[in-house]
């Protein structure tokens, strides 16, 4: 599935858990497909206006970038609580309220649109966000 060759990192360096969320869903993506269908129809022609998904992978990491939170908010030690509301208010699936959620084959969970999960990967929509599971180490970074 295109949720778990994300997590590769030779091929979406830099893309963890909330990057793969937020790509997958704002293009409405089911992360359950076929690596192979999501991306065997790119083309040298997309455009902001309708983004393929290598392209949607520099455009949310350009967002997060420009939310302009130090890095030490990141740490879990340091962590500022205004940095942090501004990250949880720019997120629009990874932990969010109302979304659906299931394991992939790494055993991360996947965040995506209740609509996706239906079956054998979903767990539930979500009321209250629950704990999401820990990250796995691929290639050395830490998703």
């Not at 949720?3 to 858990?17: D, T």
């Not at 949880?88 to 979304?99: E, I, S």
């Amino acid at each position: 599935p295109i949720c778990e060759v994300m997590f590769l990192q030779r091929y979406f360096n830099g893309i963890g858990s909330y990057l793969r969320a937020e790509i997958l869903y704002r293009l409405d993506i089911d992360p359950y497909l076929s690596a192979r269908s999501v991306l065997e129809n790119l083309t040298t022609k997309s455009c902001d206006h309708h983004p393929d998904i290598l392209k949607m992978c520099h455009i949310i990491s350009w967002e997060v970038i420009r939310l302009n939170i130090p890095y030490e908010s990141y740490d879990g030690v340091n962590k500022c609580d205004t940095d942090h509301g501004v990250f949880k208010a720019w997120l629009q699936c990874y932990n969010v309220k109302g979304m659906g959620n299931s394991v992939d084959g790494w055993g991360n969970t996947m965040w995506h649109s209740f609509m996706y999960g239906k079956g054998r990967h979903s767990r539930h929509a979500v009321d209250i966000p629950s704990k999401v599971d820990g990250d796995r180490m691929l290639d050395g970074v830490k998703p």
